[in-house]
Each structure stands twice: as structure tokens, then as C-alpha cells.
């Protein structure tokens, strides 16, 4: 158990000082936390609704900030290269995130071109059932992400690495609520880039 909290420990500073410098990226994802969590509520009373909440606000807003805000090339608080830690990235990096969203994006235009996905469901009578159906598929790709994942992670390390990773995925909006909650206040001041003095090698 000891070993598995350190690496939880590890893969959570890892993440938060190699992907997190801005401080627009910070505040997204402290929103996006904030939603999770409440979809984390819905869920137990419409997984549906849960899921259109988390992919369609909490993942676009989270992912929002990596794509367009966090600098990427030279890392110059840890001294390493972008390359390098897209290479080490234990979760899903900037390339396995493009096909995750690209899948996500997908989900809605399949099912409007298929209302039945080519006859294995109930075709959708109306745009509230179109709706629960685009739910129903985001949340079986959001579980489809995590397992596949932990898969790859078990055949390129250890399945104690991928069970851990999903553990932290889960656990992430409860921590980047905490960890996050002062970057929108530090963006009003018009810091865009957090100096990560407790992350800075020397």
C-alpha cells in the first residue's frame, strides 16, 4: 500500500509540474474540477446528464487548457525537453489526447447520421432522447478511456502503474480543486505563468 501511495504521490507532482504552468490552464482545470465533482453527484441519478456535464463542460475546458494555453517546447523550470515529456507522460499525452477528443467529438455526428448505430440501439424519438443517447456514449467512452489505458499502461510497465494512474484520474477533481483554487485569483493579477518556485530543480 505504501508503495502505490508513492507512486499515486509521484504520477500527481509529475503531472502538476511538467503540465500545469499556466495559469489559465490552472484555472480551467479548477473549474472543470468543480464539475466533475458535481457530475460525480449526477451520476448516481443520470449517468447520462453526468456525462454530458463532464465531456461537455469539465473535459473541454481541462483539455481547453492544454491545447491552447500551457507552453509547450523547453521546460525550463524542470530543464527538460517537450519531446521528453510527452515520451514519459504515464496518462494520456498531447497525441493520445487528439484521438480521445477526436472520438468524443465523433460520438454526436454518428449518432445524428445513425439515431439506431447501425441497428444496435433504440433510435432516438426527439432531441432529448438524441441527447441521452450522446450521454450514454460519452460515458461508455469516458470508461472505455480509463480501461484502455490501464491496458497499455499493464503491457508497457506494470498493472500496479495503470490501476494507480486510474486511481488518480478518478481522485483528480477532489486534488485539482484543492491544488488550483488560488490560480484564478493569481490570473486576475495578471500572473499568466505560474513561477513554480517549490518545483524549480535550483
Known amino acids: 500500500m505504501k508503495a502505490l501511495l508513492q507512486e499515486l504521490s509521484t504520477q500527481r507532482w509529475d503531472d502538476h509540474r511538467f503540465y500545469h504552468h ?6 480551467l482545470h479548477f473549474v472543470s474540477a468543480l464539475c466533475f465533482i458535481a ?3 449526477l451520476v448516481l441519478v443520470d449517468p447520462a446528464s453526468a456525462a454530458l456535464l463532464a465531456w461537455g463542460v469539465s473535459m473541454t475546458t481541462r483539455q481547453a487548457g492544454h491545447f491552447f494555453f500551457e507552453p509547450r ?3 525550463h523550470v524542470n530543464e527538460v525537453t517537450d519531446e521528453y515529456k510527452e515520451a ?3 496518462g494520456y499525452n498531447i497525441r493520445r489526447k487528439v484521438v480521445l ?3 468524443w467529438a465523433a460520438v454526436p455526428a454518428l449518432l445524428w447520421a445513425s439515431p439506431s448505430l447501425f441497428g444496435t440501439i433504440e433510435p432516438a ?15 461508455a467512452l469516458g470508461v472505455g478511456g480509463v480501461l484502455l489505458r490501464v491496458l497499455q499502461l499493464w503491457i508497457e ?3 500496479a502503474t495503470g490501476l494507480v494512474w486510474a486511481l488518480k484520474i478518478l481522485t483528480d477533481p477532489f486534488h485539482d480543486a484543492l491544488l488550483y483554487r488560488g490560480a484564478p485569483l493569481a490570473l ?3 500572473e499568466l505563468i505560474d513561477p513554480m518556485p517549490h518545483a524549480r530543480r535550483h
Do not use: P
Not at 499556466?22 to 484555472?27: E, F, K, P
Open 22 to 27: 499556466s495559469r489559465i490552464n490552472q484555472t
Open 39 to 41: 457530475a460525480y453527484l
Open 73 to 75: 517546447g523547453y521546460d
Open 88 to 90: 514519459v507522460k504515464v
Open 101 to 103: 477528443m477526436s472520438a
Open 125 to 139: 424519438n426527439g432531441f432529448g432522447e438524441y441527447l441521452h443517447d450522446v450521454g450514454i456514449a460519452w460515458f
Open 157 to 159: 510497465r506494470d498493472l
Open 188 to 190: 486576475l493579477r495578471g
